[in-house]
């Protein structure tokens, strides 16, 4: 992956990355990304039919990718499910043969699980937002990491978000509009904060790169479907090109080794760059 100039990447033909959660959101338009610079891309999401309050599927998803670049693989799959873990892997292994980028976008972050409060949350909502947010893409990297070390490296970028944050007692990490979140979202993110930052130090002698972003409160499909449900006009969310852009930049950057083991501004970088 080289750099030509300023934002501007070399092409990725030849390249495999797979994206989780790329039905729609900030993962559907890293794909998009990926794919226009020639990229064979691995899409993959629980949504394979319309939901009238969750716009996006992976069909939709691969018809995009199919109008900038080479035709994806698509494979539904849910993430908190074992088996569904192991099917993706194998089916990109036969079908493919290679990883150079995984992007770890999947996550449980809408749902009654996310605000459940201590009293009230069960065994199975707190081991279902850990196993999406946390254990998958820890699994996923283990299961390509021999993959990557073999062909000379590759990048792993997760999607973070600053509810890993630790909050002072008189603060709340709270969206506009909604209830604050519970104790099992933020704790899955930090979780995977640090074990990023742990698989980084690993992972560079083998020319793997492991980097954490967060985004931001960014404006995605289901939450301006939900907002025009009931009447509510966002304008402090984030654009998803802006996130999208960070992500799809350190997939493909000359030198990413100055962010590897770290959490990452997403739109911060974009002001940085330049980004678009």
């Not at 390249?15 to 226009?36: D, N």
């Not at 990048?155 to 909050?167: E, G, I, W």
């Not at 002072?168 to 979202?185: F, K, V």
């Not at 969310?237 to 962010?259: F, K, R, S």
Request: aromatic share 4%; net charge negative; with cysteine.
């Amino acid at each position: 992956m080289t750099e030509a100039s300023g934002q501007d990447v070399g092409s990725l033909a030849g390249r495999v990355a797979v994206v989780t959660g790329s039905s729609r959101g900030i993962g559907k338009q890293v794909a998009v990304r990926l794919a226009a610079r020639g990229a064979a891309l691995v899409v993959t999401a629980r949504t394979d039919s319309p939901r009238e309050s969750t716009p996006g599927t992976i069909a939709d998803t691969v018809e995009a990718i199919r109008a900038v670049g080479p035709e994806p693989l698509a494979v539904t799959a849910d993430l908190s499910r074992r088996e569904d873990v192991e099917r993706l892997v194998d089916e990109v292994s036969a079908r493919l043969g290679r990883v150079d980028i995984l992007v770890n976008n999947a996550g449980y972050t809408v749902g009654r699980a996310i605000y459940t409060h201590a009293p009230d949350l069960s065994w199975e909502q707190w081991e279902k937002v850990m196993a999406i947010n946390a254990t998958a893409p820890l699994m996923l990297t283990q299961r390509f990491w021999n993959m990557m070390r073999d062909q000379g490296g590759g990048r792993v970028v997760n999607v973070t978000s600053d509810a890993a944050s630790l909050q002072d007692l008189g603060s709340a990490i709270q969206a506009p509009g909604m209830d604050s979140i519970g104790a099992a979202y933020g704790a899955s993110k930090a979780a995977l904060d640090r074990m990023a930052n742990s698989l980084a130090i690993e992972a560079a002698p083998l020319g793997i790169a492991i980097i954490n972003v967060q985004p931001g409160f960014t404006l995605t499909e289901t939450m301006q479907r939900t907002n025009e449900i009931s009447g509510v006009s966002e304008t402090t969310a984030i654009p998803l090109h802006i996130p999208a852009a960070a992500i799809a930049w350190l997939c493909t950057c000359e030198d990413p080794w100055p962010y590897a083991g770290r959490v990452v501004d997403g739109p911060a970088l974009v002001a940085e760059l330049g980004l678009t």
